[in-house]
């Protein structure tokens, strides 16, 4: 079975915290994603990875950074955490052509 | 990447077909039609996708109509564990960077 896990289901950390949040598939999928999800603001990219060592600025790159140094970890970064980084983070794996794999989500609460 | 139309929410009896639809009338000669959906805390989750002929899999059927301006996504008999939010996306099919998440339509399957 396909899996796509992520470090931690819930996590709250204080304003100004640094927070990682990692993302690890077991598929050797090329494509690796992160997204946000937000009460009617449905799932916003974030940034995506289409390689090792490559990275893509999302539609919401601000306040965020990523690292991919192996092609089955893609990592999120919140340099500085701030309260409207509040949100459930959901990070995800395809193949060049295929569907994306989502992971369970990570849902951070910044105080 | 083509727009999509869903309705808000559906309601649907347990054991009868849901029929959630999906208008694309933007759509391209290479653009497929991917359907996902989101369990209530859970990371969304790929159904089927197509280009122009029907497909079915184990988990739903998908009509789309000749002019390939909308589509319907079948499932054959909707249990309570079927609710969920079903996103319909439209989009290249090596462009997975691309998917873009709408509000999606939430169903309600009732006992």
């Known amino acids: 079975d396909v899996k796509v896990t992520q470090s931690s289901r819930y996590l709250v950390k204080r304003t100004g915290e640094k927070v990682f949040l990692e993302c690890v598939q077991d598929m050797d999928h090329e494509n690796m994603f992160w997204y946000r999800q937000d009460p009617g603001l449905g799932l916003r990219l974030i940034y995506f990875s289409y390689d090792v060592k490559m990275k893509e600025k999302g539609d919401i790159p601000e306040g965020y950074s990523v690292s991919r140094e192996k092609k089955e970890r893609f990592s999120l970064i919140l340099e500085s955490a701030s309260t409207n980084q509040t949100s459930m983070y959901l990070c995800?794996?395809?193949?060049?052509?295929?569907?994306?794999?989502f992971g369970p989500g990570t849902r951070l609460t910044v105080t | 990447d083509a727009k999509t139309t869903q309705p808000t929410s559906m309601d649907c009896a347990e054991g009868r077909a849901a029929n959630l639809p999906c208008n694309h009338s933007t759509i391209s000669g290479n653009e497929y039609v991917y359907w996902y959906r989101q369990i209530h805390s859970q990371g969304p989750q790929y159904i089927i996708h197509g280009l122009k002929n029907n497909e079915t899999n184990e988990m739903a059927s998908l009509i789309i109509t000749e002019d390939r301006k909308s589509s319907t996504l079948i499932l054959p008999h909707a249990t309570l564990r079927d609710t969920a939010v079903y996103y319909c996306i439209v989009r290249v099919e090596s462009g997975g960077f691309k998917t873009i998440f709408g509000a999606g339509t939430r169903l309600f399957v009732k006992a």
């Open positions: 995800a794996s395809s193949t060049l052509e295929g569907w994306q794999y």
